[in-house]
Nanobody
């Protein structure tokens, strides 16, 4: 059974940094897609980063490009989201999700993923 657990959320001031972790278990393939998503109250869930665990080029939307970095540690089956220069508008519940294979254009689309973690809250104060 596939299982994802996020950690690392918290409260920081604007300009600060956080690193989120997504530990995966139960995958039977070595190369799969992991995406990070966020959802603020009253807003739709949006993708902020995605990567193939086999080491393909990561994907980001313009809103976080240059500030967020996704990486994967195969030995630990853990995917990280390093978030720098955080802004109040980054405040949201952050989720990781995983899928066996996705087309490049689908990597940041929440509805393409079947397996989700429980989420971790990130709050950025001004």
């Amino acid at each position: 059974q596939v299982h994802l657990v996020e950690s690392g959320g918290g409260s920081v001031q604007a300009g600060g940094s956080l690193r989120l972790s997504c530990a995966a278990s139960g995958f039977t393939v070595r190369n799969y897609v992991v995406g990070w998503f966020r959802q603020a109250p009253g807003k739709e869930r949006e993708g902020v980063a995605a990567i193939y665990t086999g080491g393909h080029i990561p994907h980001y939307p313009d809103s976080v490009k240059g500030r967020f970095t996704i990486s994967h540690d195969s030995a630990k089956s853990t995917t990280y989201l390093q978030m720098n220069r955080l802004k109040p508008e980054d405040t949201a519940m952050y989720y990781c999700a995983a899928e066996r294979a996705l087309a490049e254009g689908a990597l940041l689309l929440p509805h393409e993923y079947d397996t989700w973690g429980q989420g971790t809250q990130v709050t950025v104060s001004s």
